[in-house]
């Protein structure tokens, strides 16, 4: 191997042009596959503050069907109703901690009556319960969340980013500091790191107690279920998942006995993470084989590309090294050898390329994430147009799975380039071999 | 010389398959990945609209709410908010840029918010056509905002003094020819399949619009809901029913139409600093300035086909350049082991620009050949598949196969268009990448060339 190694070496040195464009061409192909993991990885994987993503189910959307079904109206839950369907009864047990929230998007600022809000800017408003510090690793550089209790007391408190803090009071421990907000006034509680869009659950710029919700009073029976709340329950450990949701159907059937004239249905959900990407509206998911499908056809037409046109490449190299191949077959090296040798000498080529992708598609989500991330976003408005908060983290990008996927997707690409020209180079016989650049 | 270029490639036929692979592999793939990209850049980019976004801005009327201390009990009346309300639009107005403004309501073309169903022919009711609807106040100057122009004269300034009808409706080109028939629309009335009560008379035909702006033009129908010159106690009283409760309801909205000369940036941070603070009377603020284009183009980001348009693109460059350097490399190996022939041909009197000349085309005949075999393969596949539409949310119907939407919906022009750009772009892509070996080859010295012999 290693031979072969310095043999390719060898021919890197004596055929700079062939090798830059085989390494220029893997290079490529890598960085664009690299760059179609790295983003599924982020909006997939458990990754901060969207940590427990494995372990969490949502609820998003209840529909309301009158008569024969032909008319219905979808929304979020109301409070009253959430409380009837989640399966409070496991708390503590397989469920470990319940987020109600309602999450305002594209808020635009109110410039005539507000204390400051930058230009063209819109906001991302969470109200929510106090687990939403559980559910999502925010990580608290000032102060605190607000508690159970500031929720039952109305407490008009607010946690905010670092950014907004600068922007809004020139500083960044800004505990203490009152804004206003839509013409109330709030007192600062605590300042969060930054969230990037990429992790679009946890982003928002503003934090308010779920008390702030004017319809969050209304728990009484006979209130609309239909409502503005959504929940996300998280589970002990992911095996947990199935049971509940398996608790909130049966709590919904529960719910259904109480209306004679009407059914509720929450299609497929509380659903997980995974499927949630693949989103369509109000309560509809795509069928997710039908959009791996897609996904996995793109992947292919990335590797499948780039590997024929090296195979080309490779079959055109190959023409002037057959007489050093046909040479060694003469003395006896079987064609498992001379394949293994070009395969082996085609790595060092596929290795050097894979590296350089590898870096092109880090800089590439480094720089351009919130432009790339249009490409792996399969619901209609989940990131926010000109918004400028993408940011990647280390941990997104250097970990065990990256790695193994760029080197998986190396091996292959240099299987299926190299093998099939060899091949066909060697089946010639050892006399066209030899004598092939005297014709 | 073309027939000797088919033998040349016949010859060297084991190299010119690889080639022939993978321009057929990258024409069926781009191909594939370019007529999405084709549909959605037509429909969101390159339609007409219909009308003139370029110049029109929206301001969103906020109302303060009860619980702040600004709130004035004292102006939380109908007869207040209207007059705090005209006040406001006044102001607009009055602004020296300001060529129009109009009040409306939530929906308006590209305000994100939209009304459709069905419409059908009063007297033939078998004529049925999906129709996305939106109110409009007569004599508002709508049209001189918007811009949308009769059918007939093309003018879109005489609209505003067409006099308040009850009930009275501006219907589309595409509409009208749905429902009555072309030229025929004017008098005639149509009503709601569900709901046969009212019926609405039709008393204008305008070009056809592009309802949202992601989509093609489409059945798009302007609803006189009361005259707003109209001072009469009847009218008046209706217009503040429905105007009041829209602006208290946080859903009213002033559009407007600035001269063509003024620069919309500049507007837009002059406005906010200067105009915004000034358009708060009473209960009634406006909350932030937006171009109208900006509305539709986030309506297209948001429909995801800003996203899905980023990812064709990225793949057809990917395709574009892997195709580039493996001709590249192809081609330039070869010239190598080609160089006697080359200089034999040379010898014999070929110029350098015929031995360029040579290279590039058996390049693009290769290209040829592939994308006969290429649009054989695709023919089986659309024949399954069907050629991409894009029609998601769609509300109005859409035009139908004559210009421009036929560009889309005609399945042979579409086919056509398609193929033409792959082939152009894979054709510029070869001779990119064709053109520096081949100038290498040209370059040969025919002397140097047969000496290695």
């Not at chain 1, 239909?226 to 998942?241: C, E, F, Y």
């Not at chain 2, 009769?150 to 067409?162: N, Q």
């Not at chain 2, 302007?222 to 602006?247: E, H, I, N, P």
């Not at chain 2, 190996?333 to 590039?360: D, F, P, T, W, Y």
Request: charged share 20%.
């Amino acid at each position: 191997m290693i031979k072969y190694f310095k043999q390719s070496w060898q021919l890197i040195r004596q055929n700079p042009l062939f090798s830059g464009v085989y390494i220029a061409g893997t290079a490529l192909a890598i960085s664009m596959v690299m760059v179609y993991s790295i983003l599924w990885y982020v909006r997939v994987a458990d990754v901060a503050p969207e940590s427990n993503r494995s372990r969490s189910l949502y609820l998003n959307y209840l529909k309301e069907n009158q008569g024969n079904g032909d008319n219905w109206r979808s929304s979020a839950f109301s409070r009253y109703a959430l409380e009837k369907i989640l399966p409070m009864e496991l708390l503590g047990q397989e469920l470990e901690h319940v987020l109600l929230y309602q999450k305002n998007d594209r808020q635009k600022a109110d410039k005539a009556y507000s204390l400051f809000l930058p230009q063209g800017i819109s906001l991302t408003v969470y109200y929510a319960t106090p687990s939403i510090c559980d559910v999502f690793d925010y990580q608290f550089l000032h102060g605190d969340s607000f508690t159970e209790e500031d929720v039952t007391a109305r407490a008009n408190k607010v946690f905010i980013t670092r950014s907004y803090a600068r922007k809004l009071f020139g500083k960044e421990d800004a505990v203490g500091e009152v804004l206003t907000y839509q013409f109330k006034e709030y007192v600062v509680c605590g300042v969060i790191a930054d969230v990037s869009q990429i992790t679009s659950q946890a982003y928002a710029n503003l934090w308010f107690p779920i008390s702030e919700v004017s319809s969050y009073d209304q728990t009484e029976a006979g209130t609309w279920l239909i409502g503005g709340l959504k929940s996300i329950l998280l589970a002990r450990t992911k095996a947990d998942l199935p049971k509940l949701q398996e608790a909130v159907h049966l709590n919904l059937k529960k719910l259904n006995r109480e209306y004679s004239d009407r059914t509720f249905t929450i299609a497929g959900q509380p659903v997980e993470h995974f499927r949630s990407l693949f989103n369509r509206g109000v309560g509809e998911w795509e069928e997710v084989s039908e959009s791996l499908y897609q996904v996995m056809l793109i992947l292919l037409a990335l590797l499948l590309v780039p590997a024929v046109n090296l195979s080309g490449v490779i079959a055109s190299g190959m023409e002037s090294r057959l007489e050093e191949l046909g040479l060694r077959k003469a003395f006896g090296a079987s064609k498992m050898e001379l394949m293994g040798q070009v395969v082996a000498e085609n790595l060092l080529l596929t290795l050097l390329g894979g590296g350089l992708g590898l870096l092109l598609s880090y800089s590439g989500v480094v720089f351009f994430s919130g432009w790339l991330l249009q490409l792996v976003s399969y619901t209609n408005s989940e990131f926010l147009m000109n918004a400028t908060d993408f940011t990647v983290t280390p941990g997104m990008l250097f970990n065990g799975w990256i790695f193994l996927a760029a080197l998986l997707v190396c091996l292959v690409l240099n299987l299926l380039s190299a093998s099939l020209p060899v091949w066909f180079s060697l089946r010639k016989n050892i006399v066209d071999s030899l004598t092939v650049n005297k014709k | 010389m073309i027939k000797k270029i088919f033998k040349q490639i016949w010859a060297s036929k084991g190299e010119n398959g690889w080639i022939f692979a993978e321009l057929l592999v990258v024409f069926v793939a781009t191909w594939l990945v370019m007529d999405p990209l084709y549909t959605l850049v037509c429909q969101s980019k390159l339609f007409p609209y219909g009308f003139e976004p370029e110049k029109v801005f929206c301001l969103e009327v906020g109302y303060l709410p009860s619980n702040v201390p600004k709130f004035r009990v004292e102006n939380d009346n109908q007869e207040a908010v209207m007059q705090d309300i005209s006040l406001v639009l006044s102001r607009v107005r009055a602004l020296p840029q300001v060529l129009a403004a109009t009040p409306v309501g939530a929906e308006f073309i590209y305000s994100g918010s939209f009304s459709g169903t069905k419409f059908r022919n009063v007297r033939d009711t078998a004529k049925i056509t999906n129709v996305q609807y939106m109110q409009m106040y007569c004599g508002s100057d709508y049209f001189k905002v918007f811009r949308f122009r009769d059918a007939a004269t093309g003018r879109y300034d005489l609209l505003d003094e067409i006099p308040y009808v009850p009930n009275g409706v501006f219907i589309t080109e595409y509409m009208e020819e749905q429902l009555f028939g072309k030229g025929k629309g004017i008098g005639q009335e149509v009503q709601l399949t569900q709901n046969l009560l009212n019926s609405y008379k039709v008393i204008g035909v305008l070009e056809n619009v592009k309802g949202q702006a992601a989509l093609q033009q489409g059945s798009v129908m302007f609803w006189m809901q009361t005259d707003y010159r109209d001072t009469s106690k009847m009218v008046a009283g209706l217009r503040k029913v429905l105007y009041s409760s829209a602006v208290k309801s946080n859903y009213a909205h002033i559009i407007f139409r600035i001269d063509e000369k003024v620069d919309n940036e500049i507007f837009i941070s002059d406005f906010q600093r200067d105009v915004l603070p000034q358009l708060a009377v009473g209960n009634v603020y406006v909350k932030d300035i937006a171009s109208l284009q900006s509305m539709g183009e986030e309506q297209v980001y948001e429909k995801g086909v800003t996203g899905k348009i980023r990812t064709q693109t990225s793949l057809v460059f990917f395709f574009l350049v892997n195709i580039a350097l493996a001709v590249f490399a192809t081609f330039w190996l070869r010239i190598k082991k080609r160089r006697s022939e080359i200089g034999v041909l040379m010898a014999v009197g070929a110029s350098r620009k015929n031995i360029r000349n040579q290279l590039l085309i058996e390049s693009l005949l290769l290209l040829g050949a592939a994308a006969v075999a290429g649009i054989i393969l695709l023919l089986q596949l659309l024949y399954f598949k069907g050629m991409y539409t894009y029609e998601e949310g769609r509300i109005g119907e859409v035009v139908g196969s004559g210009w421009p939407a036929g560009f889309i919906n005609n399945p042979f022009i579409h086919f056509g268009m398609v193929t033409l750009l792959v082939l152009l772009v894979i054709g510029a892509m070869l001779v990119l990448g064709t053109w520096l070996p081949a100038s290498k080859a040209a370059r040969t010295e025919p002397a140097v060339a047969l000496k290695e012999e």
